[in-house]
Nanobody, 125 residues
């Protein structure tokens, strides 16, 4: 699986962005997919994940109620809608896939096999 994230940018606090992740490879449609982020000086952290069929979604407490993850298997695409952005959301955002046939969500970055290159989100106060 190859992943390409896009959609980042500079936005004022309270604003919105939509991140996209284009995936290639046969294993996308049956893999758990997710988003992580790395803020300056911090470790990569879990943001959101979605099961292969989109029936279940999971969020970190810091973004729950503000961010929304979705996927379109027909388009091989993963999305993250970011609303009510805060300066502390500033980070590089990465899309990730656990791997073919893996259906269990895991919030540890080490448990995800495939990564995109990241897209920068900067929220000004």
């Amino acid at each position: 699986v190859q992943l390409q994230a896009s959609g980042g940018g500079l936005v004022q606090a309270g604003g919105s962005l939509r991140l996209s992740c284009a995936a290639s490879g046969r294993t996308f449609s049956n893999s758990v997919m997710g988003w992580f982020r790395r803020a300056p000086g911090k470790d990569r952290e879990f943001v959101a994940a979605i099961t292969w069929n989109g029936d279940n979604t999971y969020y970190s407490n810091s973004v729950k109620g503000r961010f929304s993850i979705s996927r379109d298997n027909a388009e091989n695409a993963l999305y993250l809608q970011l609303n009510s952005l805060k300066p502390e959301d500033t980070a590089v955002y990465y899309c990730a896939a656990r791997g073919s046939g893996i259906t269990v969500i895991n919030r540890a970055p080490s448990q995800w096999r495939f990564w995109g290159q990241g897209t920068q989100v900067t929220v000004s106060s």
